[in-house]
């Protein structure tokens, strides 16, 4: 019995730990949004444990801060693993979050690498806004000052003569 716990104890500490634990790829932000079918920021309301083919599972609801991809509602449910073994994450009430998730038989599925920092999802899909205005206000603006510019030197060669040095 002693032998059978030191050989056990050994090859639990033999096997990698990283080998059992769910891990994210790493990939860029960006590249994980394109995958996604839906990106929003939301803030959890409820959840509860559902059945998910032999992986158990929580339903979250989220109400919708900020939509980023897709259409979705007010609200929105997604499914997600219950133990973190699975890629589960318990996702507190009423916080905001970044939420990446994808289409399942069962409608929309993530994990813990599909739950991310709200500001960074925004700050990953805003584009700089008004270039083209700002662009047009420079050259109005290079405009005024050229022409003051070019009437300001008439004025003053009609002052001087012509701007003429013949004598």
């Not at 860029?28 to 998910?52: C, H, M, N, T, W």
């Not at 109400?63 to 219950?82: A, F, H, S, W």
Request: glycine residues 14%; aromatic residues 4%; contains cysteine.
């Amino acid at each position: 019995m002693t032998r059978a716990l030191v050989l056990g104890a050994a090859l639990v500490l033999a096997l990698p730990g990283g080998a059992l634990a769910y891990t994210c790829p790493p990939l860029p932000l960006q590249e994980r949004i394109d995958q996604a079918d839906i990106v929003f920021v939301g803030r959890a309301s409820g959840s509860r444990s559902v059945p998910g083919g032999g992986v158990p599972q929580r339903l979250v609801t989220f109400r919708v801060d900020q939509q980023v991809k897709g259409e979705l509602g007010d609200t929105v449910e997604v499914r997600m693993p219950l133990r973190a073994a699975n890629g589960g994450q318990q996702v507190p009430l009423d916080v905001a979050a970044g939420i990446l998730a994808s289409r399942s038989a069962d409608g929309w599925f993530t994990t813990r690498c599909g739950i991310t920092d709200p500001g960074a999802v925004l700050a990953e899909v805003d584009e700089p806004r008004g270039n083209a205005v700002k662009l047009a206000i420079g050259i109005l603006i290079l405009a005024a000052v050229l022409g003051y510019s070019i009437r300001r030197m008439r004025k003053q060669q009609a002052g001087a003569g012509g701007g003429s040095l013949a004598p």
